[in-house]
């Protein structure tokens, strides 16, 4: 007879009528009695002072509602880059224990930034599951390491198996909102719609949303639920419906200037900050040391031009944020139709400070900062009149990145300053808050999420999990505070802060702050000169008194010295982002010189496609064709940088479309013959462009024949960020040439396959293997 679990406390005899049964050792746990509903709604890259109930002037009206029957925290801040904010409100530890010290684009190796949550870190979400909840994740993930994020890679760490029964979003740092890549569970997903039909992004999250939790409800309705909504909103590509853009036309004509004047009364009238708070100056990084693409231009050093562009790009980003908003709405709503509002807790709230990628200049292709790449003026001004549609992958420029981040310094990517750390937070517990619309100014930091969600379902992070000893909660439950007076003392006394070679320490109402740029490529850590505030009374951090205070600099760098030892916070890293992206990381898959991909598959992700940027490569596809065969061979990223190689009136082409600079890079043949035939393309890469891009000779094959030949640049970075991925037989969401209309399959003969390779072998010799590598039919 096997062996029987201690626990049983039946009796087990020959015959089982003459034993006696015992469930309880095989009974799931139930959740606390009473045990509310969990929603944390979480935006990316936005300012405190961007939203209507800290007085900004983009109009909230969901998070209106919830504000004046919850509460409003004003010193609440996170980590100022997403990857490791989200791994704070997973795991309830720092984003260093969690190896998140950067994005997941910019892992390096080392224990605080390997991209992997260790498993003496568990979740928020495998803790609940355990403990009778069930746990859904709908948006934003950036938390699975880029070398996992395909059909085949691991699924270690994606959302299933970090204590999620459901997951529908996409896994990385941003996407498009009109044509995203999306995962459904452990699998990759087109959208359900198209933009002609009315989908965005922000719709369809909150649809899936409701979905879930009507879903759970029919089934287990006593069942309490954990939802982490994760909008694409407020990150770049700032995408929103035309009537919601609209709404805020010339609402930003007074400029970021006087935006940050303006504002700052309001958050003063408010009370979200004291009487006589600071404001404090744009640009106050010294000029030796300071990241050009961080610099703000004075409003009254704009051109005319420049100030139309830079108010409607403002415009777009406000549409999109209530856009969203409204979403959170229906949510909300559905929430009150069914009688579960009153006992769920709410966190509404953002990822890190307002984002400065867009440049001094803004951008219709944010991809452009991504590859060290400069806007154009130009070209963004003919885009104004589309900015926000499908036809745009925008972002507002510096300047609005620190207005809506008033009154601080800086913005998204700066942890030292609280432009990059000090985000709004709202709570929302009808049945167990009983202060209405008021303010808390205790100091809190995102990972005193998972504490507080703990404390209130009324369960403790466990000492063990799945045999592995746990680390300690580095967050402490904001709890006391929900029924505190607003400017009652906090209950953290610590946290310190690192990102991308900033960093800086708060303790019990002092901070210190390292003046150091991030993504400079600068170094010299030991030479970064400290300056200290005393936020207590200084909110702004606008007055240094390191002169004053040296030994309480010198105590607070001591703490920051020995919580990054505690946190795996070194070594530091300031690299540049062009560097830090493109750097080799370990891969599922050995790397190789021949990679070959095959029709009707999913789309490959960047992330582990072949890697063609910034060297030579060849495409070769191997097809029969029909009369009047058409349709994409080969496509890999979108209309904002990419390369296709499709069929089209009879003709060979091959575009390459240098993030989305027109006019496209485009080949072609002359009309082809049906038959079996090899076709393909070469690039020979001669020197690097001015920017780093690649410069050199594109020639176009049928069979063994040059058909057509030119000057080629190409780029050197990411496509995108979103993930487009490499199709073979079609192109998928956004599509890479204006040639075509997605998803222009393959159709009137047989795709046999499609060959890429990266070495120093000449095309012709690679052409005449291709017969036997993709074997005709």
């Known amino acids: 007879m096997g062996q029987v679990s201690e626990e049983f406390s039946g009796v ?3 015959d ?12 799931l746990k139930r959740a606390p009695e009473g045990a509310p509903n969990v929603l944390v709604i979480l935006y990316d890259d936005t300012g405190m002072a961007s939203w209507s109930p800290y007085g900004g002037r983009i109009s909230m009206p969901t998070l209106d509602r919830l504000a004046a029957n919850g509460l409003t925290y004003t010193q609440w801040h996170t980590t100022a880059l997403c990857s490791p904010t989200r791994s704070t409100f997973l795991t309830g530890r720092n984003h260093n224990a969690n190896g998140m010290g950067s994005i997941m684009e910019t892992t390096n190796g080392f224990p605080g930034y390997a991209g992997r949550i260790p498993e003496e870190c568990a979740t928020v979400g495998q803790v ?11 948006g934003k993930n950036h938390n699975v390491p880029e070398e996992d994020v395909s059909s085949g890679g691991s699924k270690s760490q994606w959302p299933l198996a970090m204590g999620f029964d459901r997951f529908y979003g996409f896994l990385g740092g941003e996407t498009n909102n009109w044509y995203p890549d999306l995962v459904e569970d452990n699998r990759f997903v087109e959208p359900p719609y198209t933009p002609d039909e009315g989908y965005h992004l922000s719709k369809d999250l909150a649809d899936q949303a409701i979905r879930m939790i009507r879903d759970q409800n029919s089934s287990n309705p006593s069942k309490p639920w954990y939802t982490w909504f994760c909008p694409g909103a407020n990150h770049a590509p700032h995408h929103a419906p035309q009537e919601y853009i609209e709404k805020y036309r010339g609402a930003f004509d007074d400029g970021y200037d006087a935006y940050r004047t303006w504002v700052l009364d309001r958050m003063v009238e408010r009370g979200v900050l004291p009487s006589g708070t600071a404001l404090t100056p744009f640009n106050p990084m010294p000029e030796d040391q300071a990241n050009p693409a961080d610099y703000v231009k004075p409003w009254d050093s704009l051109s005319d031009d420049e100030r139309r562009l830079f108010s409607h790009m403002a415009e777009v980003f406000a549409g999109f944020s209530e856009y969203t908003d409204a979403q959170v709405g229906r949510i909300v709503d559905y929430l009150e139709e069914t009688g579960q509002l009153e006992n769920t807790l709410i966190f509404y709230c953002a990822d890190n400070g307002a984002s400065g990628e867009g440049s001094p200049d803004g951008s219709v292709n944010e991809n452009k900062f991504f590859n060290g790449y400069p806007d154009d003026l130009a070209e963004n001004l003919a885009k104004i009149d589309v900015l926000g549609s499908p036809e745009t992958y925008n972002h507002y420029p510096t300047g609005w990145a620190a207005a809506f981040s008033t009154p601080f310094q800086m913005f998204k990517r700066y942890s030292q300053f609280s432009g990059g750390t000090c985000d709004p937070m709202i709570v929302h517990w009808p049945a167990g808050i009983r202060a209405k619309g008021e303010i808390r100014h205790q100091y809190h930091h995102s990972t005193d999420i998972v504490a507080t969600v703990l404390d209130v379902v009324g369960i403790e992070m466990p000492a063990e999990f799945r045999g592995v000893t746990q680390r300690p909660l580095d967050g402490v439950s904001m709890k006391y505070s929900f029924d505190a007076e607003p400017d009652g003392p906090t209950e953290k006394t610590v946290q310190y802060y690192s990102m991308l070679g900033t960093r800086g320490i708060w303790k019990d109402g002092w901070k210190a702050s390292a003046i150091h740029a991030p993504l400079t490529g600068h170094g010299h850590f030991d030479d970064d000169r400290w300056e200290l505030y005393h936020v207590d009374v200084d909110r702004s951090e606008s007055k240094d008194l390191a002169a004053e205070h040296p030994e309480k600099l010198q105590e607070l760098i001591a703490v920051w010295s020995e919580e990054a030892e505690r946190n795996h916070v070194l070594p530091l890293d300031d690299r540049a982002a062009l560097e830090i992206v493109t750097i080799e990381r370990p891969q599922a898959e050995p790397p190789r010189t021949r990679y070959v991909y095959y029709p009707d598959t999913a789309a490959v992700p960047e992330s582990v496609a072949v890697n063609v940027r910034g ?4 495409i070769i596809a191997d097809v029969v064709l029909d009369e009047g065969a058409q349709g994409v061979l080969f496509a890999h990223g979108s209309r904002f940088g990419g390369h296709a190689l499709f069929l089209k009136d009879d003709r060979l082409h091959y575009v390459s479309n240098f993030l989305g600079i027109p006019p496209e890079q485009m080949f072609a043949s002359e009309p082809l013959a049906a038959g079996p035939h090899t076709l393909g393309m070469e690039f020979i890469r001669e020197s690097a462009g001015e920017h780093g891009e690649s410069i050199g000779t594109c020639t176009l094959y049928v069979d063994d024949q040059v058909v057509a030949e030119g000057p080629m640049r190409a780029q050197v970075g990411k496509f995108t960020l979103c993930g487009d991925g490499l199709c073979v ?22 795709l046999l396959g499609v060959g890429i390779d990266v070495s120093e072998e000449q095309y012709l010799d690679l052409e005449l293997e291709a017969a036997a590598v993709l074997a005709r039919e």
């Open 12 to 14: 087990i005899k020959l």
């Open 16 to 27: 089982v009528r003459d034993s006696v049964p015992d469930w309880s050792p095989y009974e």
């Open 128 to 138: 609940l599951q355990q403990n009778g909840y069930s746990t859904f994740w709908v």
């Open 615 to 618: 060297r030579s490569f060849k």
């Open 729 to 750: 037989g079609y192109d998928s969401a956004d599509a890479v040439s204006g040639q075509y209309t997605n998803p222009f399959p393959f159709t009137g003969g047989k």
